[in-house]
Protein backbone atom coordinates (compact mmCIF):
# COMPACT_ATOMS: atom_id res chain seq x y z
CA UNK A 1 0.00 0.00 0.00
CA UNK A 2 1.18 3.57 -0.09
CA UNK A 3 3.22 4.98 2.43
CA UNK A 4 4.08 8.56 2.60
CA UNK A 5 6.32 9.50 6.35
CA UNK A 6 7.58 12.91 7.06
CA UNK A 7 10.14 13.65 9.28
CA UNK A 8 12.20 16.55 10.27
CA UNK A 9 9.98 18.88 12.27
CA UNK A 10 11.07 20.20 15.68
CA UNK A 11 11.22 23.55 17.79
CA UNK A 12 13.05 26.54 16.02
CA UNK A 13 13.21 30.03 17.12
CA UNK A 14 12.02 32.86 14.91
CA UNK A 15 13.90 34.89 12.63
CA UNK A 16 16.54 33.31 10.47
CA UNK A 17 15.98 29.94 11.61
CA UNK A 18 16.02 26.67 9.15
CA UNK A 19 14.32 23.56 8.94
CA UNK A 20 14.03 21.02 6.09
CA UNK A 21 11.39 18.61 6.06
CA UNK A 22 11.84 15.31 3.95
CA UNK A 23 8.44 12.90 2.64
CA UNK A 24 9.77 9.15 2.12
CA UNK A 25 6.68 7.80 -0.44
CA UNK A 26 6.77 4.15 -0.95
CA UNK A 27 4.26 1.67 -2.96
CA UNK A 28 3.59 4.30 -6.09
CA UNK A 29 5.66 5.22 -8.87
CA UNK A 30 6.81 8.46 -7.30
CA UNK A 31 7.76 10.21 -10.37
CA UNK A 32 4.26 10.03 -11.78
CA UNK A 33 2.77 12.08 -9.05
CA UNK A 34 2.22 15.31 -8.01
CA UNK A 35 3.53 15.76 -4.52
CA UNK A 36 2.18 18.45 -1.91
CA UNK A 37 2.90 19.82 1.26
CA UNK A 38 0.01 20.87 3.70
CA UNK A 39 -0.19 22.64 6.75
CA UNK A 40 -2.42 22.73 9.84
CA UNK A 41 -3.35 24.83 13.20
CA UNK A 42 -6.15 23.55 15.50
CA UNK A 43 -9.20 24.50 14.28
CA UNK A 44 -8.49 25.38 11.14
CA UNK A 45 -8.72 23.40 7.93
CA UNK A 46 -5.37 21.70 6.44
CA UNK A 47 -3.76 24.48 4.09
CA UNK A 48 -2.24 23.91 1.03
CA UNK A 49 1.64 25.22 1.27
CA UNK A 50 3.69 23.63 -1.91
CA UNK A 51 3.36 21.25 -4.60
CA UNK A 52 6.01 20.18 -7.39
CA UNK A 53 5.24 18.01 -10.39
CA UNK A 54 6.53 14.91 -10.91
CA UNK A 55 9.44 16.02 -13.51
CA UNK A 56 10.29 18.89 -10.90
CA UNK A 57 10.32 20.92 -13.56
CA UNK A 58 7.23 22.96 -12.26
CA UNK A 59 6.67 24.58 -8.37
CA UNK A 60 3.64 26.32 -6.65
CA UNK A 61 3.94 27.67 -3.48
CA UNK A 62 0.91 29.49 -1.09
CA UNK A 63 2.00 33.24 -1.69
CA UNK A 64 2.48 33.34 2.02
CA UNK A 65 5.48 31.21 1.54
CA UNK A 66 6.92 32.49 -1.42
CA UNK A 67 11.05 33.50 -1.40
CA UNK A 68 10.72 31.89 2.11
CA UNK A 69 10.14 27.88 1.45
CA UNK A 70 11.73 25.57 -1.41
CA UNK A 71 9.82 22.33 -2.40
CA UNK A 72 12.13 19.69 -4.59
CA UNK A 73 12.02 15.87 -5.43
CA UNK A 74 14.87 13.33 -5.53
CA UNK A 75 13.46 10.78 -7.56
CA UNK A 76 15.39 8.19 -7.30
CA UNK A 77 15.06 8.62 -3.66
CA UNK A 78 11.45 8.22 -3.44
CA UNK A 79 11.44 11.66 -1.16
CA UNK A 80 10.14 15.12 -1.44
CA UNK A 81 11.06 18.05 0.48
CA UNK A 82 10.38 21.52 1.59
CA UNK A 83 13.32 23.21 2.34
CA UNK A 84 11.66 26.35 5.47
CA UNK A 85 13.78 29.78 5.65
CA UNK A 86 13.26 32.98 7.89
CA UNK A 87 11.04 30.74 9.94
CA UNK A 88 7.84 32.36 11.91
CA UNK A 89 5.75 32.00 14.91
CA UNK A 90 3.31 32.14 12.42
CA UNK A 91 4.61 28.85 10.37
CA UNK A 92 3.65 27.13 14.05
CA UNK A 93 1.61 23.73 12.61
CA UNK A 94 1.68 19.96 11.56
CA UNK A 95 2.92 19.89 8.11
CA UNK A 96 1.67 16.92 6.08
CA UNK A 97 3.07 15.56 2.81
CA UNK A 98 0.32 14.56 0.04
CA UNK A 99 0.60 12.64 -3.54
CA UNK A 100 -1.86 12.40 -5.90
CA UNK A 101 -1.61 12.49 -10.05
CA UNK A 102 -3.60 15.50 -10.35
CA UNK A 103 -2.37 19.05 -9.37
CA UNK A 104 -6.00 19.87 -9.17
CA UNK A 105 -6.74 17.45 -6.83
CA UNK A 106 -3.46 18.71 -4.93
CA UNK A 107 -4.81 22.30 -5.20
CA UNK A 108 -8.27 21.36 -4.04
CA UNK A 109 -6.45 19.69 -0.77
CA UNK A 110 -8.20 16.20 -1.75
CA UNK A 111 -5.06 14.53 -2.73
CA UNK A 112 -4.93 10.53 -3.15
CA UNK A 113 -3.02 10.18 -0.09
CA UNK A 114 -1.48 11.71 2.93
CA UNK A 115 1.31 11.49 5.51
CA UNK A 116 1.07 11.25 9.12
CA UNK A 117 2.26 14.89 9.97
CA UNK A 118 5.69 16.26 11.39
CA UNK A 119 4.90 19.49 14.04
CA UNK A 120 7.15 22.39 12.82
CA UNK A 121 7.20 25.31 15.80
CA UNK A 122 8.62 28.56 15.89
CA UNK A 123 9.21 29.92 19.30
CA UNK A 124 8.91 33.97 19.03
Known amino acids: QVQLVESGGGLVQDGGSLMRLSCAAS????????MGWFRQVPGKERAFVAA????????YYVDSVKGRFTISRDNAKNTVYLQMNSLKPEDTAVYYC????????????????WGQGTQVTVSS
Open 98 to 113: AADLSYRMVRASKPAY
Open 27 to 34: GLTFSSYV
Open 52 to 59: ISGSASMT
